[in-house]
């Protein structure tokens, strides 16, 4: 995504550059097949755009659309097929999430209740404008979760696939959110969605440029929850470091430490 306002989106470069988000998505081998964390934007959506997309994201985000890089081709260049992708875990169903969800219409999609309520009802203004019945068409094969007792790394978490596929509930950004945590090797790897936009926003002094920190208050449901939940993710950041690696769907730092390695 590529929004005006470099200084106030990335916090670096002048305000007349073009800024830089991605939609991060994780994509995991698991042992009956894949396993997807967010799905970013589709192939329909680069197809129709502002049409399927709302032109409100389309003015504010102006993603790239470009075929290539949804996660649809970016698996079919790994050698798999759409059929391979079993399960996806949206961190929630706002548009730039959920949008690769008809790409993979076998695939079971894995929910906190209040998300897949809050997508489809579409209750508010600003929901009927996040959520896009388009992206939800096909009829994806819910499974859905309550938020449970358990607890993980010392935040509320439902089990989700495994023991090593954990929903952590952090409503706020949406009525549904949830963190992805998923165990690799010794570590675990916590996919935030949107919980936070910015990596400085888990140091222990944050900092978010003014355009990320306005834009996730305007767009939260509840902004003191959100806030609530974002500091427990910088706690635990700050408590289990070698642990838990966190990071973001949209914050560009963050992904490039996963590109160079
Ligand atoms: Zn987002």
New binding site residues.
């Given amino acids: 995504m590529c929004p005006f306002g470099r200084s106030i989106v990335n916090g670096t470069g002048s305000f007349f550059e073009v800024g830089r988000m991605v939609a991060h998505v994780l994509l995991i081998e698991g042992e009956d097949g894949l396993v997807a964390v967010d799905t970013g934007v589709g192939l329909d959506d680069c197809r129709e755009g502002a049409a399927r997309l709302g032109h409100g994201f389309m003015a504010f985000a102006r993603p790239t659309l470009d075929p290539a890089e949804t996660l649809l081709r970016q698996v079919e260049r790994l050698g798999f097929r759409a059929s391979d992708v079993k399960h996806i875990l949206p961190t929630h169903l ?1 548009v ?2 959920a949008g690769g969800l008809p790409d993979f219409p076998e695939a079971t999609v894995h929910i906190l209740e209040a998300e897949k309520t809050a997508a489809i009802e579409r209750r508010t203004l600003p929901e009927r404008l996040r959520y896009r019945p388009a992206q939800l068409a096909h009829g994806p094969r819910w499974k859905v979760y309550e938020p449970g007792g358990e607890r993980w790394m010392g935040l509320s978490s439902v089990r989700a696939l495994s023991d090593d596929v954990v929903l952590v509930p952090t409503y706020g950004h949406t009525r549904g959110h949830a963190c992805v945590a998923v165990r690799a090797g010794e570590k675990w790897l916590l996919h935030c969605g ?1 919980a936070y936009f910015f990596h400085g926003e888990m140091q222990p002094e944050p900092t978010c440029p003014p355009a990320l920190r306005f834009f996730q208050g305007h767009v939260a449901i509840d902004d003191r929850a959100r806030l609530e939940n974002q500091a427990r993710l910088r706690t635990l950041h700050a408590e289990r470091k070698a642990d838990v690696e966190l990071f973001s ?2 914050c560009i730092v963050e992904f490039a430490r996963y590109q160079a390695s």
């Fill in positions: 706002d730039d999430h949107d769907a949209h």
